[in-house]
């Protein structure tokens, strides 16, 4: 039976859609058959990063209003097995999600899937809410900034009142903290909140966290999940979640401004 995993934050543009993809990427590398579902509608973005928008012909509005079966929307990774993108409709108004349709998706999905992702939109309405709605775990997504963290415990209300978990009296969904966007240099400046701080104010398990990178630009425009970049700072960052998801004890890394090597300092070179 898969586990449904919401991608949520609230705010915009905090790095869902490069998580989720990221993230459902690592688990596919793990063994694990996942799915990832963007219910981004309108904005259609998870194909793109995850480079297959060319291969798009039936999405996630198509198979609810029962034009196309879920097995033609599916789309296959072309470079992990064990990964399924459904993505999102592009041109269609976004009542034509409906909770009816999402759960008779998830249902024919559970049996087949260890994972399920769901990429949320932005936003506390009712797209974000039934992204939420059945799921069984949370990735909050913040980043080092008060509006953020603002927006993020708004969700976590959300997650404790409007899912199906909460409603029915039930296991409360799992809540876990991913910082993306974290810069060290900046948080020592002041400009932005320090791990701690957001750590004390959101008060939920910390799954992992990203550095700003220019290795989540490069991924994207290419199409290919950052987490395939292994010799990058946030391709191995999102490999130590991937294995926090997965109950391993993974020490935090990049929180830290990265100290120069002895040589480096002694010559002044500019090599990090
Ligand atoms: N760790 C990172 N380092 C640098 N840039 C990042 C990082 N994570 C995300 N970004 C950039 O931030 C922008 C927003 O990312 P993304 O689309 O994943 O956010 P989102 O939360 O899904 O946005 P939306 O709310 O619109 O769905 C993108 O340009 C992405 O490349
Ligand atoms: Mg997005």
Avoid: W
């Amino acid at each position: 039976m898969a586990k449904i995993i919401v991608v949520t934050s609230g705010k915009g543009g905090v790095g869902k859609t490069t998580s989720a993809a990221a993230i459902s990427t690592g688990l596919a590398l793990r063994g694990k058959k996942t799915v990832v579902i963007d219910f981004d509608v309108g904005l259609r973005n998870l194909d793109l990063i995850m480079g297959c928008e060319r291969r798009v012909v039936y999405d996630l509005v198509n198979v609810i209003q029962g034009e196309a079966g879920l097995n033609q929307a599916l789309i296959r990774d072309k470079r992990v097995e064990n990964l399924f993108i459904l993505p999102a409709s592009q041109t269609r108004d976004k009542d034509a999600l409906t909770q009816e349709g999402v759960e008779k998706i998830l249902e024919q999905l559970k049996g087949d899937f260890d994972y399920i992702l769901c990429d949320s939109p932005a936003g506390i309405e009712r797209g974000a809410q039934l992204a939420m709605y059945y799921a069984d775990e949370a990735i909050v997504v913040t980043n080092p900034e008060v509006s953020s963290v603002r927006d993020s415990d708004r969700i976590l209300g959300l997650l404790g009142s409007k899912t199906q978990r909460a409603e029915q009296g039930l296991e409360p969904v799992k809540e876990h903290l991913l910082i993306t966007r974290y810069n060290p240099a900046r948080v020592t400046s002041g400009d932005m909140l320090t791990l701690d701080d957001i750590r004390e104010i959101l008060a939920i398990d910390l799954l992992g966290l990203i550095p700003e990178s220019e290795a989540v630009l490069r991924a994207s425009n290419q199409g290919v999940p950052v987490t395939h970049d292994g010799s990058s700072d946030a391709g191995q960052a999102y490999t130590d979640t991937v294995s926090r998801l997965l109950g391993e004890e993974m020490p935090l890394r990049f929180h830290e401004i990265q100290r120069k090597g002895l040589l480096s300092r002694m010559f002044g070179g500019s090599r990090r």
